[in-house]
């Protein structure tokens, strides 16, 4: 099996269609994944998980067409050996120690037992669970479940690893920690990443690159930079009289909405500017602050889904 | 004095660059995992105390026997009466243990991460079936061969007496594979389709209660003799008639017994040895034609093998 090149996407889809029965789960999914991490952006039923299961082999699709490092992943055992997958629900044996699970995952991965237990030692010095290896999992928090989960995934070494909700129960400290951990699987490790979420902060501090995806559908495809760059989202802060601002806004065309007491509006040319100053000068408002915001991917999640 | 001085480096992650197995690999270390299972290794003491106490109780009658024929020098024990009296407690065994080589995967998730490996689901379903399989077969043939060392030693020429049964030997390796093969798949098969053990093994137990006094109940011969009373001098004399025997499903009984299902191996078992001492079941079955236990027991053991591989085909991860 050859590697890819730079030109070759990791992950390839094209027109991917899949139905469970009269459920439609993906529609004419054209992706292209390359090196890096990539986001998996939507919310809950969106078709991410069966994007994943569809590029790990698990499902046939109804229609179109996943390729995986060039070739067709359903039931290739070949390219099951060079990916890694770590499922949003339970799949921990809580019976084992992690170190036992880890190297029993690895040796069902193909590696010899007298690689794998290294193997085992290795990964669960890099998730962070070096000292409590030899705990039964059942003992673990979620947190450190999470870990568990993750380094199984990386065990065998895969050139490319599915992430699903690798943040799904976590307080927001095991969120911070697990995103660090994919980020350094990513660009310290130099291991590709899949990363599917429905946390709009998740994929934008961790992932090069997004793909949106609702209704089975892709929405909008490309870097996290491009993204953050088009939203030109401003805050208005006025003492008095904001609903006669927003008010005023709205009859030049302004879209407004209200966050955290700012009006936020999204501007689309730079002469709006200039009607927000009309639009505050027509009402006599006090301005307190106008303001550019970072782009965010929650705004481009909420355009993009409507 | 010189100091000793080092220095601890991160080697930060290392990519795995050393030999890869493949499918092979992948089955082999499902089967280890899956023997180990069966018989408690690496759990705790209290795993370990089924298969303990079952090998005991399969294996302690041929043992004792071998005592005694070592010590009086006399006896025999036949190789398809120890089979007629272990397969109800090898089914036992499986009933309560082979559950626990599906059943915990499926509820832990872990099935999932089986899968999306270099393993099929036909690959994942024979390496558990397998190792079961070769504990429950390894436990039978070591009680086998105690009984062959037992003959011997009670034989007046222990060598003659081998070079005059060798024949005992491939007869009792096929017959124990195909009882291991049915106490072994049944259980499996319903263990595919609950998420609780004990469920799976009460269902097992329930089956072969249920079906052994019911097969029973049909085809036992019911014995009556007519008694008659006459007068004479005066006193009532009772007098016997003759016996008759009946079963209650007459000349259907023969099929009836076939609803005993925990003996399907056991009728092939005892074809296999041309066993010259039946009991009344075994008598029953063979006025049927040879093609049609046999066929009942490939139906009782590919029956629930398909349905075990399709579930986990079709299996929605």
Redesign the interface.
């Given at each position: 099996m050859s590697g890819p090149t730079v030109s070759q996407p990791l992950l390839e889809a094209h027109s991917l269609t899949k139905h469970y029965g009269q459920t439609i789960a993906l529609h004419d999914v054209d992706m292209h994944v390359r090196e890096g991490i990539t986001g998996l952006l939507g919310p809950n039923g969106a078709g991410k998980s069966t994007a994943m299961k569809l590029f790990l082999g698990l499902l046939q699709p109804t229609a179109g067409s996943a390729t995986v490092l060039g070739e067709k992943p359903y039931e290739n055992i070949a390219i099951r050996m060079r990916l890694g997958y770590m499922p949003e629900h339970d799949c921990l044996p809580d019976f084992m120690t992690a170190s036992e699970f880890l190297s029993h995952m690895a040796q069902v991965s193909g590696i010899p037992a007298k690689h794998a237990r290294t193997r085992a030692a290795d990964m669960l010095r890099h998730v962070g669970l070096d000292e409590e290896r030899y705990r039964h999992i059942k003992e673990y928090s979620t947190g450190m479940k999470q870990r568990v989960k993750l380094a199984q995934a990386l065990v065998h070494d895969p050139v490319m690893v599915l992430l699903d909700e690798p943040t799904a129960g976590l307080d927001p400290g095991g969120r911070e920690e697990m995103l660090q951990l994919v980020r350094r699987t990513g660009k310290d490790f130099g291991i590709n990443i899949m990363l599917s979420s429905h946390l709009m902060g998740d994929v934008e501090t961790t992932c090069d690159r997004i793909i949106v995806i609702e209704g089975g559908a892709i929405i909008e495809e490309g870097a996290v930079s491009e993204f953050t760059q088009e939203t030109e989202t401003f805050y208005i802060d006025v003492d008095d009289r904001r609903e006669e601002v927003i008010a005023a806004l709205e009859a030049r065309g302004i879209k407004t909405r209200i966050s955290g007491g700012s009006v936020v509006v999204r501007l689309h040319r730079d002469e709006q500017l200039d009607d927000i100053r009309d639009a505050l000068a027509e009402v006599q408002a006090r301005l307190r602050r106008l303001a550019p915001s970072r782009g965010e991917l929650s705004d481009i999640f909420r355009r993009s889904t409507g | 004095m010189s100091q000793a001085q080092g220095e601890i480096y991160d080697l930060?992650?290392?990519?795995?660059d050393?030999?890869?197995?493949?499918?092979m690999?992948?089955v082999r270390?499902?089967w280890v995992?899956s023997f180990r299972t069966t018989v408690g290794l690496?759990?705790g003491a209290r795993a370990k105390i089924l298969p303990v106490l079952m090998s005991l109780v399969v294996i302690a009658p041929p043992a004792v026997f071998l005592v005694l024929a070592a010590v009086v020098g006399s006896g025999k024990l036949s190789h398809a009466d120890f089979y007629e009296a272990t397969s109800i407690l090898l089914l036992l065994f499986a009933a309560i243990i082979a559950p626990e080589l599906l059943i915990?995967?499926r509820r832990?998730?872990?099935t999932?991460?089986?899968?999306?490996?270099?393993?099929?689901a036909f690959d994942y379903v024979a390496a558990r079936w397998s190792a079961f399989l070769t504990v429950a077969l390894l436990v039978t043939l070591f009680g086998q061969v105690l009984v062959l060392i037992g003959n011997s030693l009670a034989a007046e020429q222990a060598r003659e007496f081998l070079q005059e049964n060798w024949i005992d030997i491939p007869r009792f390796i096929l017959a124990g594979v195909i009882i291991t093969a049915f106490v072994t798949t049944i259980p499996m098969a319903v263990a595919a389709f609950t998420e609780r053990r004990a469920y799976a093994a009460a269902f097992v137990i329930a089956v072969f209660v249920i079906t052994t006094p019911m097969s029973g109940l049909l085809t036992t011969e019911w014995c009556e003799r007519s008694v008659t009373f006459a007068v004479e001098s005066g006193e009532i004399v009772e007098e016997a008639g003759p016996e008759e025997c009946r079963r209650i499903t007459g000349d259907y009984a023969k099929w009836f017994v076939l609803l005993d299902v925990g003996r399907a191996p056991t009728h092939i078992s005892d074809m296999v040895f041309e066993d010259d001492t039946p009991d009344d079941a075994s008598i029953l079955v063979a006025e049927l034609p040879p093609a049609v236990p046999i066929a009942w027991y490939g139906l009782l053991v590919i029956g629930p093998g398909a349905l075990l591989l399709w579930r986990y085909w079709s299996m929605k991860?």
């Open positions: - | 930060g992650y290392q990519h795995y050393g030999p890869r197995g493949g499918r690999q992948a270390s499902l995992n690496g759990r915990p995967d832990n998730g872990v999932t991460l089986y899968l999306v490996r270099p393993l099929t991860i």
